[in-house]
C-alpha cells in the first residue's frame, strides 16, 4: 500500500518516542497531549512516514 520509507535507527527512535509519551498519559503530568505519541508509534511500526513521502525524504536503505 504505501511504500517503505523509514529505516532502522530512525524506526526505533520512532517507537521509543511514541512509547514515552503515551506512557506520559498514565505516569507522570497526565496530560492528554500524550496520545500524540500514537503517531511516531504508528509510523515506526508501519515502516512509512507519509511526510516523508511528501518531501521525498527515504531512511530506509535500498
Known amino acids: 500500500m504505501f511504500k517503505t520509507n523509514v529505516g532502522g535507527i530512525d524506526r526505533i527512535l520512532r517507537i521509543v518516542l511514541g512509547l514515552v509519551l503515551i506512557t506520559l498519559v498514565f505516569v507522570g503530568p497526565q496530560t492528554?497531549?500524550?496520545?500524540?505519541?500514537i503517531v511516531p508509534l504508528a509510523t515506526g511500526l508501519l515502516?512509512?512516514?507519509p511526510l516523508y513521502s511528501l518531501l521525498g525524504m527515504?531512511?530506509?536503505p535500498r
Open 58 to 60: 527515504n531512511t530506509c
Open 47 to 49: 515502516r512509512t512516514c
Open 32 to 37: 492528554p497531549l500524550g496520545w500524540i505519541g
